[in-house]
C-alpha cells in the first residue's frame, strides 16, 4: 500500500540481506559440506569464465546500480505492483545483484575476485552517489512516478506524493 515500506522491503533485500546471508559464508560451507565429486564441481563453475566476469567488481558494481535505476526509473516498477510474478522477479533480481555487489566486500568466502581492504571501502564509497542520486531523484519528482499508488485507493497514511518523497529520503539517507 506505501511506496515507503516498499522502499525498506527494497533496502533489506539489497543492504541487510545479502551481508547477512554472505557473512554466513555459504560457499565454504557448501565446499565443506560436500561430498569430493560435488566440491570438483562446485569450484569448476566458481573458476569458471562467467563467474569470473559477472563478479568482477566493477561488472557487480555496474549490474548494482543498473537493476535499483531499471527498476526505479522504468515501466517495470509499476508493471510488478500490478503482477505477482514480475514483483517476485524483481525482489529475486535485486537480491541477486546485490550478492554479486556485496560478495568481494565481505570477503568470506572463496572469490575469484580479493580485493585489499583500502579497495574495497573505495568500492563501497563509489556506491554511494548512484543511490544518493537516485534517491534523490524520487524525493525531488514533482509528480507521483508509479501511478499504482494513486489509483490504490487507501483512507490512511501520507499522500503518494508524500509518501514517494518519504522513499527517496529513504533511499537516500539509508541507502548511504
Request: glycine share 6%; hydrophobic share 55%.
Given at each position: 500500500?506505501?511506496?515507503?515500506?516498499?522502499?525498506?522491503?527494497?533496502?533489506?533485500?539489497?543492504?541487510?540481506?545479502?551481508?547477512?546471508?554472505?557473512?554466513?559464508?555459504?560457499?565454504?560451507?557448501?565446499?565443506?559440506?560436500?561430498?569430493?565429486?560435488?566440491?570438483?564441481?562446485?569450484?569448476?563453475?566458481?573458476?569458471?569464465?562467467?563467474?569470473?566476469?559477472?563478479?568482477?567488481?566493477?561488472?557487480?558494481?555496474?549490474?548494482?546500480?543498473?537493476?535499483?535505476?531499471?527498476w526505479h526509473f522504468s515501466t517495470l516498477?509499476?508493471e510488478a505492483l500490478e503482477n505477482q510474478?514480475?514483483?517476485?522477479?524483481?525482489?529475486?533480481?535485486?537480491?541477486?545483484?546485490?550478492?554479486?555487489?556485496?560478495?568481494?566486500?565481505?570477503?568470506?568466502?572463496?572469490?575469484?575476485?580479493?580485493?585489499?581492504?583500502?579497495?574495497?571501502?573505495?568500492?563501497?564509497?563509489?556506491?554511494?552517489?548512484?543511490?544518493?542520486?537516485?534517491?534523490?531523484?524520487?524525493?525531488?519528482a514533482g509528480t507521483v512516478l508509479y501511478?499504482?499508488?494513486?489509483?490504490?485507493?487507501?483512507?490512511?497514511?501520507?499522500?503518494?506524493?508524500?509518501?514517494?518523497?518519504?522513499?527517496?529520503?529513504?533511499?537516500?539517507?539509508?541507502?548511504?
Amino acid at each position: 500500500s506505501l511506496f515507503s515500506v516498499h522502499m525498506v522491503q527494497h533496502l533489506l533485500l539489497m543492504l541487510v540481506a545479502p551481508t547477512l546471508l554472505l557473512a554466513g559464508g555459504p560457499i565454504t560451507l557448501t565446499l565443506r559440506a560436500s561430498t569430493p565429486s560435488i566440491r570438483r564441481r562446485l569450484l569448476w563453475v566458481l573458476h569458471s569464465p562467467v563467474v569470473k566476469a559477472i563478479s568482477f567488481p566493477v561488472v557487480t558494481w555496474v549490474l548494482f546500480a543498473a537493476v535499483n535505476w531499471g527498476w526505479h526509473f522504468s515501466t517495470l516498477y509499476d508493471e510488478a505492483l500490478e503482477n505477482q510474478l514480475l514483483h517476485y522477479v524483481q525482489h529475486a533480481s535485486f537480491l541477486a545483484a546485490a550478492l554479486l555487489f556485496w560478495w568481494p566486500v565481505v570477503g568470506v568466502d572463496p572469490s575469484p575476485w580479493r580485493m585489499p581492504y583500502p579497495v574495497r571501502l573505495f568500492y563501497l564509497f563509489l556506491a554511494l552517489p548512484q543511490n544518493s542520486f537516485l534517491g534523490v531523484a524520487l524525493l525531488s519528482a514533482g509528480t507521483v512516478l508509479y501511478p499504482h499508488y494513486v489509483t490504490n485507493l487507501r483512507t490512511w497514511g501520507p499522500s503518494p506524493l508524500a509518501d514517494q518523497q518519504l522513499g527517496g529520503v529513504l533511499m537516500w539517507v539509508a541507502g548511504d
